[in-house]
């Protein structure tokens, strides 16, 4: 797992884990790696034949802190994280 690489990319955007969220679909990658190890927010995305819970490679009792079912979603988020 490379969570260098993430924190790298906010370095670059000139930002920092509480100011960026990550949005993706593998949980191992974006929701662990990406958000979990380097302090940022995650919205997971819902998608079809994706599992649930998938396994992760270490015991872990994260969750992404939102969930996207619906592009519609976003907004939501976007408007929710101003107050967080």
């Known amino acids: 797992m490379w969570p260098f690489i993430f924190n790298?990319?906010?370095k670059k955007c000139s930002?920092?884990?509480?100011?960026?969220i990550i949005i993706g679909d593998n949980f191992n990658t974006d929701i662990y790696t990406g958000?979990?190890?380097?302090?940022?927010?995650?919205?997971?995305?819902?998608?079809s034949g994706i599992?649930?819970?998938p396994k992760l490679p270490v015991?872990?009792?994260v969750?992404?802190?939102?969930?996207?079912?619906e592009i519609r979603d976003l907004l939501d988020?976007?408007?929710l994280s101003k107050h967080l």
């Open 8 to 10: 790298y990319a906010m």
């Open 15 to 20: 930002s920092n884990a509480e100011q960026s």
């Open 35 to 47: 958000g979990y190890l380097t302090g940022m927010k995650t919205a997971g995305i819902s998608v």
């Open 51 to 53: 599992p649930k819970n």
């Open 59 to 61: 015991t872990t009792n």
């Open 63 to 69: 969750e992404p802190t939102f969930i996207i079912n």
């Open 77 to 79: 988020i976007y408007h």
